[in-house]
């Protein structure tokens, strides 16, 4: 019997930390894309995004931010690079209103957080106000179909 619970424990334990790992394995996935689309909106590039340093800097079931460095050729030929933080959404009234998971997301500028005290700060500024941050990124962020 206590095997049995055991074992079930340690399942319910596995799938519990894949559920959070997840939303920011979706937005590492998802991010070049929509990287590439709002360069090409806002800056005019027109090559792909070459994206460095990507860091997941929050992380949690219904908001993942991740960070990094990127750089493309716009129409001159010249180089245009910036320091983007992506926010990932998950959508959890859409999703449950049509019960499919439904996602948006949001590519804004930003200094790069590089050492632990302004990560640990950034991720603190996030968790005061947990419900404001996410209505707040939901609502500026579009529709991204996986």
């Known amino acids: 019997m206590k095997k049995v619970l055991l074992i079930s424990a340690c399942m319910l334990l596995v799938f519990a930390c894949r559920h959070n790992s ?6 590492i996935r998802q991010l070049p894309s929509s990287l590439d689309e709002a360069m090409r909106e806002q800056m005019g590039t027109v090559d792909t995004p070459e994206i460095k340093d990507v860091k997941v800097i929050y992380d949690c079931d219904s908001l993942c931010v991740v960070q ?3 750089g493309a050729k716009d129409a001159y030929g010249m180089i245009r690079s910036e320091t983007v933080r992506y926010f990932f959404v ?3 009234y859409l999703s449950y209103a049509t019960g499919i ?7 804004v500028g930003g200094k790069y957080l590089e050492d632990r005290k302004s990560i640990k700060t950034f991720q603190k500024e996030m968790t005061e106000r947990p419900k404001e941050v996410y209505m707040y990124y939901l609502s500026a962020s579009r529709p991204v179909n996986l």
Do not use: H, I
């Open 90 to 92: 998950l959508d959890t």
């Open 22 to 27: 997840s939303l920011s394995e979706l937005a």
């Open 68 to 70: 990094c460095r990127a």
């Open 101 to 107: 998971p439904s996602y948006g997301d949001l590519v």
